[in-house]
Structure formats: structure tokens, C-alpha cells
């Protein structure tokens, strides 16, 4: 068949088992072929193929809802809602996104792309539907690690003593990005392992093979989801969430999930269906990747499986940090490292391989992770969290209420800070400088190039005073083998370009010194270029001596909350009459797409930043 035909999830309800298994088996074709070619969530929708295709054949969406916790995993999902001719534009500008999408199709009645909302929200769907007397099913698919986020065991919590029928699928694959981590992950293995499991599993199989529904397979599950409660799961999660529990079931054998599935519908209250399947089903690179490599990929042949690009002369920003750090820890053992599920993204494989005493995953549990720093701190350790800037947007109460109010040394390294690109509206690091500058104590710095980072790093650590954030994006920048011992100067600006002549001054921080630096000397404009690397506290001095000249402040990050609105109230506040103008992100959500394409959208390329410069240069000449 060809997928790209399908328009619709309908067709399913026509076909046997084996030719359910067969579109299955091409769909994962498809995936493997369009992912490999555009990029995108690999290995977690060649895992769940089958469970998409069961939950459509069972289920009559649009009416019933199905839920992806954090969305990555809903490509089958938007195959089999008519889709798949997108996937050649697959989360770039103006075509589908890499989550589920509401205004995308009708099939999607949830967003998200930040983990463990997909319980919740379901509730509250379900609820609203009770209270309409309507009458459908919500069903959230949840994964093994983002089951284990604290938002999620909130919702279990409340769904154990609501009245609102949720159907939760946890999609247990053993695997967050990497290994997943903690006791919760541990109980998941026993009950796949335990032989005591196997016993009450193929009971209950046999008893499936043989069920129909209605409700002999109501009474039918209810004894053996007695049985199973009784035997295996007597202190599981689920049972001290009074939660019915079903399965575990193989989650790549199309008549098991559809006798599961159709026994979960039939039920007149909440249960959770556990589900294994096999992350990267299908392409045996993926399922034996335990690091997190084909988790999200870039393009790559498919033949020769992913190649981690090795640069000579340039590397991401994380690997940098992750490298200082890493040559701090062998001098200093009061260092750790928290990172909440991103060794692999944070490039922090190597400093856990080397200090696993000293290196902490704490799972999808950024809320836990900065409250754990703080903990670590209070008792004389040094922690580096290092967090994705848009999920740190999690641990907004802990770094305020644990970190910050006691005002504790530690360093938060922003992994992702300003457009990430693909990911979208969900991942963008544009909130961080808003949230931050409103939180007394913390130091904000935003390095410019690697030795600019670690001389931050080392200030941090040396001075060891309060919480300091480094704040760095996804972008690539020069490799120095050596690394620098010295400090800077907290609050110091800059003088990238300046004399003292020129009317004009950019203000600029991150990535965009080097930007703005080229703007500048490509087209010989008389402009001042400063580097604002610490957003907080400004450098006063420098903010009186270019308050004569015309200032342009150029951010990826939302103007409320910005450098440049923390800048304009400094002036206000000082009584001094500046020329000021903002490139900054508006009031909106910025969609996905590659990094230059959403800067032009934006109104932030480096054309316009010359179009901004030169616009103020004819303003000054002619006053
Ligand atoms: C709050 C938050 N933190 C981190 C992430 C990054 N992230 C995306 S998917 C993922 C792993 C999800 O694992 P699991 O839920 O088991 O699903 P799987 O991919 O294995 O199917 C992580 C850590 C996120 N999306 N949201």
C-alpha cells in the first residue's frame, strides 16, 4: 500500500491481523527511510508502531482522543491521520511539526514537546467530557521515563480517586533518551522479568486468547486484574495509586494489543495498559543504542547507521562546558553534575563515565534536580546542573525558592539558550533571561567563545559566592585544546568594537558577538560592538558611557523580560534620555523550522541587524 495515500485511520477497521501486521512492517519502513532523510525522532516511533496502529484499529478517532506524552513518538499517529505526504518537510517552517499539533489535524486534540502533561491534561478532558455527558474515550501513551516525572505521578495520584475514565498506556521500553534511571524504572523491569509475572502473564494471555467483550470480559480482566494485583504488583506504583493495572503485554504482537486494548475499552473506569515494546524496533542499531545516538538524528544513510560527526576545529557549545567542568573535577572533588535525562544532548557521557560517583541522572525531574543542588550545596559540594534552557522552565519555583533565596553557590549551565530550530514553539530557550533577572542573587552570564565560558566557569567556582547561569546555545563554536585559569570581573561588559567616536552601539551577548562583529566590519560601519556577557549585573560603567550614542540591542530571547528592557529601565531609572531600539523575539510563540529561517521570520537575521544599524546611522547624521 502506499502510506502516503492513506487519508484517514478508517481503512484499519477492514483489515486482519495479518495484513495489520504487514501495514505495520511498511510503515516502519517509511519511518526509517523519511527520518533517515530529513531528521527527527527516530528510534521511539520505530518502537511503537504497532501500538499506533492497534490504538487506531480499537479506537475511532477523531471522537475518541489520543494523547502522546511529549509527542515524539506520534509519527505513526500522523501516518494514519493522513499525514504522511508531509514527512518530506518533516518539522521544517510551514509544514507538520515533530509533536502533536492541534491546529495540524483534527487527530491531535493535545500539545506538547516538554514531558510527563499528557495524564493530566487527559483528565481534564475526561472530566469536561463527563460533565458534557458525552461519551468517548481519552487515552494517554506515556512512556517509561516520562511516567516517571513528578507532573505525571501527580495526575496517577488524582486519577486513582477520579471518576473520569482515563485509559493510560505506558509504553514501557526501558529507555528514556538513554538508560532511564530510578527505582519506579526498576519496579518496570522486575514486573517484565519476574518469573511470578510470567506466571499471571500467560494465564492471562491464554484467558485474552479466549475473551470476548462486554462484560464477561469485564468480570473475566477484573479476576485477573485481581490476580495480578494480588501477586505481582501488591507494592507496585500503580496498586498504592489504587489504579486498575493490566499487562504487561508485548507491544509488537498486533493480536495481544488488540485484545488488550479492547479489554481496557470495555472497562468503566481508569487503568493503566503496560506496554513493552522495543525502542528502534526493527533497525538493530537502534535497538541495542543504549547512549541516546538514534533518540533524534540528523540526516544519515541508512546503510551506514549514524556517524557522530568528529570536528577538528569546532564543537557544540555542551561539549565545551561539559570539557572545563570535566578538567575542573580532576582538580576539584567538591564538583558534581546533575542532569535531568540528557546525558547524551549535555555531552556529559564522558564525565560519567569518568566521575560516576560525582555525576547524577536524575530522570525527567528538573523540578528534583535543581532542589537536589541545592541540597548538595548547602552540604559544601559545588553542582553543576546542566539543564536544557526551555525545561529549566520546570525548576522555575526551585531555582527561586531552593537556589536562588538561599542564595547558594552552584552553576546552572542553560544548555539550548535562544532558537533551537526544528523542535519549535516547545523548545525554544527564549524564556530564560525573562524569568532569571526577576530572581535576586543569581548572576546570569552569556560567554561569547570557549575561553570567554571557562573563565565564567572558574568565577563561579573561585568565588563561590552565589548561584551563577551560563546560558549557551545549540550552535557550534571554535575548539581550544588549552583551557584558561583565570576569572572575570562579575557584571564586566566587553569592547568588542568601540571607539569613542561613534554614534551607534550594538549591545549583544551569546553567539551573536561574533554575528554582529562581522555585520559591523564586513560593511566598515562606524559602530560600537559590545559584548554584554553578564546580563546580570550590568556593567554600569559601560551603560554610562554609551548612553550618549544610539543603542541597538540584539536578542533571540522575548523582549519582556529582555537584556535591553533591563537596560531601558536602568536608564529610566537614571533619569538619562536614551536612544534606544529593540531586536528581540515578540509577544508570540515562535513555530519551528531551521535556525536562519526563523530569524528572518523574526525580523533577527544579520540583514536585519544592518538594516537596524544603518536605519540608525541615517537617524544620527541627520540630527
Ligand atoms: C520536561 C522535559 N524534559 C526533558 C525532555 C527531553 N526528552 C524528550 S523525550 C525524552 C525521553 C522520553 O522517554 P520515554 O518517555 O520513555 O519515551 P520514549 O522516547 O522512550 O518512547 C526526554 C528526556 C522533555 N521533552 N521534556
Known amino acids: 500500500m502506499n502510506i502516503e495515500e492513506i487519508k484517514n485511520p478508517q481503512f484499519l477497521k477492514q483489515l486482519n491481523i495479518n495484513e495489520l501486521e504487514d501495514l505495520s512492517q511498511e510503515i516502519r519502513r517509511f519511518i526509517m527511510q523519511s527520518v533517515a532523510t530529513t531528521g527527527g525522532h527516530f528510534s521511539s516511533n520505530l518502537g511503537i508502531v504497532e501500538l499506533t496502529v492497534a490504538m487506531h484499529y480499537v479506537f475511532d478517532a477523531p471522537r475518541d482522543k489520543i494523547i502522546f ?258 578538567y575542573l573535577m580532576h582538580e576539584h572533588d567538591d564538583i558534581c553534575v546533575i542532569t535531568p535525562a540528557m546525558i547524551a544532548g549535555s555531552q556529559l557521557g564522558d564525565i560519567f563515565k569518568k566521575f560516576p560517583a560525582r555525576s547524577f541522572d536524575v530522570g525527567i525531574a528538573e523540578e528534583h534536580a535543581a532542589t537536589f543542588a541545592a541540597g548538595l550545596s548547602v552540604a559544601g559540594k559545588f553542582p553543576f546542573l546542566a539543564v536544557y534552557s526551555s525545561f529549566s522552565q520546570r525548576a522555575y519555583d526551585q531555582i527561586n525558592h531552593d537556589i536562588a533565596r538561599m542564595d547558594l553557590p552552584c552553576l546552572i549551565g542553560l544548555d539550548r539558550a535562544g532558537l533551537v530550530g526544528s523542535d519549535g514553539s516547545t523548545h525554544h530557550g527564549v524564556f530564560d533571561i525573562s524569568y532569571l533577572l526577576a530572581i535576586p542573587n543569581v548572576i546570569i552570564m552569556a560567554p561569547h567563545n570557549q575561553y570567554e565560558a571557562e573563565r565564567m566557569i572558574n568565577t563561579a567556582y573561585t568565588l563561590h559566592d552565589h548561584p551563577y547561569v551560563i546560558r549557551y546555545s545549540k550552535g557550534m563554536i571554535h575548539k581550544h585544546s588549552r583551557h584558561v585559569t583565570n576569572t572575570l570581573q562579575v557584571g564586566s561588559w566587553d569592547e568588542i568594537v568601540y571607539k569613542k567616536e561613534n554614534k551607534v552601539t550594538v549591545v549583544v551577548y551569546g553567539d551573536h558577538v561574533r554575528m554582529a562583529k562581522n555585520v559591523v566590519e564586513q560593511n566598515n560601519l562606524p559602530v560600537n560592538v559590545i559584548n554584554a556577557r553578564f546580563i546580570k549585573p550590568m556593567d554600569e560603567e559601560m551603560l554610562k558611557e554609551i548612553s550618549n550614542t544610539h543603542i541597538i540591542v540584539y536578542e533571540t530571547v522575548m523582549h519582556k523580560g529582555s537584556l535591553g528592557s533591563a537596560m531601558a529601565l536602568y536608564y529610566e531609572e537614571h533619569h538619562r534620555n536614551v536612544k534606544m531600539d529593540f531586536m528581540a523575539i515578540g509577544d508570540h510563540y515562535v513555530t519551528h523550522g531551521d535556525i536562519p529561517t526563523l530569524l528572518h521570520i523574526e525580523n533577527l537575521s544579520p540583514e536585519d541587524l544592518l538594516h537596524k544599524i544603518k536605519e540608525a546611522l541615517d537617524e544620527e547624521r541627520k540630527s
Not at 499471571?200 to 469485564?218: A, E, F
Request: charged content about 25%; cysteine-free; hydrophobic content about 35%.
Open 69 to 326: 506524552d511529549v509527542g515524539h513518538q506520534s509519527y505513526v499517529h500522523k501516518i494514519l491521520t493522513g499525514r504522511a505526504k508531509e514527512f518530506k518537510r518533516l518539522r521544517q517552517f510551514g509544514s507538520i511539526s515533530g509533536f502533536q499539533r492541534r491546529h495540524e489535524s483534527e487527530y491531535d486534540p493535545w500539545e506538547a514537546g516538554h514531558s510527563s502533561t499528557a495524564i493530566s491534561g487527559a483528565i481534564g478532558i475526561a472530566t469536561a467530557r463527563d460533565l458534557n455527558h458525552d461519551d468517548y474515550n481519552v487515552i494517554a501513551v506515556v512512556g517509561d521515563a516520562a511516567m516517571m516525572s513528578g507532573e505525571s505521578f501527580e495526575a496517577l495520584n488524582y486519577l486513582g480517586s477520579s471518576k473520569h475514565k482515563v485509559i493510560v498506556i505506558l509504553n514501557d521500553n526501558n529507555m528514556s533518551i538513554s538508560k532511564n534511571v530510578g527505582g519506579f524504572s526498576n519496579m518496570l523491569s522486575d514486573i517484565r522479568t519476574s518469573k511470578q509475572y510470567k506466571d499471571v502473564k500467560d494465564n492471562y494471555t491464554s484467558w485474552m486468547m479466549r475473551s470476548k467483550t462486554g462484560q464477561r470480559v469485564y468480570d473475566a480482566t477484573k479476576k485477573v486484574k485481581d490476580k495480578v494485583k494480588e501477586r505481582v504488583l501488591a507494592d507496585s506504583a500503580f496498586a498504592q495509586f489504587d489504579l486498575d493495572y493490566i499487562g504487561p503485554v508485548n507491544g509488537h504482537d498486533m493480536e495481544e494489543l488488540i485484545r488488550a486494548l479492547e479489554t481496557v475499552k470495555e472497562l468503566d473506569h481508569s487503568v493503566i495498559l503496560h506496554v513493552i515494546t522495543t525502542k528502534g524496533k526493527g533497525y538493530p542499531l537502534a535497538e541495542e543504542d543504549k547512549s541516546g545516538l538514534y533518540h533524534g538524528v540528523g540526516p544519515f544513510d541508512l546503510s551506514k547507521g549514524v556517524i557522530k560527526p568528529h570536528h577538528l576545529h569546532h564543537q557544540m557549545w555542551s561539549e565545551a562546558i561539559a570539557n572545563h567542568i570535566e
